[in-house]
């Protein structure tokens, strides 16, 4: 696979040429916008080298194993299709679709700001501990999706999926090969230690880590739903057991970000669940009949 040079991705500015912080989304210098760090993360030589091979070698199995067709079949697909799903709980959807000023929201930020209390003490620890490692001190201003071609998501995060418009945040999400939980784990990422290269990609090589990850998955005939199942699974019950590629927003949304909502769970929804999804996607059904 060619991979689009990367001349300078984080070391200087190419306004002022003053050395640049690649935890930075502004030169400190001139305060030019360079970017989000997440994505300019991805577009190291070294990272699009690994993640360039790592294609390859995967696209060569496949041709070994006779799935050729179906390889490129996935991978363009998901070049052309496939788009971001954040889940929420149905009260937060109300909120965000009820308000017109209100922006998403993350942990980071509800703790942050004191609005909403840390999690369990292990698990916010783990949580914290987890962001640092991968983004350093902008760990706050990531907002966490998953990579899907249809409109839905992880139902272990909440019922209500919203699809985002790709042209709202194309320029500043990136993509991690698995649950950043997991990613840290297996890789045994620890403080002082840098990110293994070629497991994640900025918006246009996003097909390129599909294809590296579930190369080996594929058989021949397989469906586009068969495709999807393998993107995105979960049992909708442990977070533990969800296998997904994970999307990385820098900095948030307002509700026209959305492009398309729906529920998705296996379990009947409380009462004050239907309530406030119904409040939501009348909102989000009167502002889709209006031009943004
Ligand atoms: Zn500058």
Request: with cysteine; net charge positive; aromatic share 8%.
């Amino acid at each position: 696979m060619m991979v689009a040079s990367a001349p300078n991705p984080q070391h200087r500015c190419p306004k002022c040429d003053a050395p640049l912080s690649a935890v930075l989304r502004h030169c400190p210098t001139c305060a030019f916008d360079v970017g989000a760090p997440n994505v300019r993360a991805c577009r190291t030589d070294e990272n699009l080298k690994a993640l360039a091979a790592r294609y390859d070698s995967s696209r060569a199995r496949a041709n070994a194993s006779g799935c050729l067709k179906e390889f490129d079949a996935f991978s363009t697909l998901i070049e052309k299709q496939s788009g971001v799903v954040v889940a929420m709980t149905a009260a937060i959807a109300r909120s965000l679709f009820d308000y017109p000023k209100q922006l998403y929201a993350n942990y980071e930020q509800l703790v942050g700001a004191r609005i909403r209390k840390p999690a369990d003490p292990e698990h916010d620890r783990h949580r914290c501990a987890v962001g640092g490692v991968l983004f350093g001190s902008y760990a706050g201003s990531i907002y966490y999706g998953t990579l899907s071609l249809t409109g839905i998501g992880l139902p272990t995060y909440g019922v209500v999926h919203c699809r985002l418009r790709s042209v709202t945040i194309d320029k500043r999400t990136s993509f991690l090969e698995t649950n950043s939980y997991k990613f840290v784990t297996d890789h045994s990422v620890v403080p002082g230690t840098s990110l293994p290269p070629g497991f994640m990609a900025c918006w246009e090589q996003r097909h390129a880590l599909v294809l590296a990850k579930l190369g080996d998955r594929l058989s021949v005939g397989q469906t586009e739903s068969e495709w999807e199942a393998i993107l995105v699974h979960s049992d909708d019950k442990d977070r533990g057991n969800d296998d997904f590629v994970e999307a990385h927003i820098y900095e948030s949304f307002d509700r026209n970000a959305v492009e398309a909502m729906v529920l998705s769970t296996k379990r009947k929804l409380s009462k004050a669940e239907t309530i406030d999804f119904d409040v939501a996607i009348h909102e989000f059904n009167r502002l889709k009949g209006k031009t943004r």
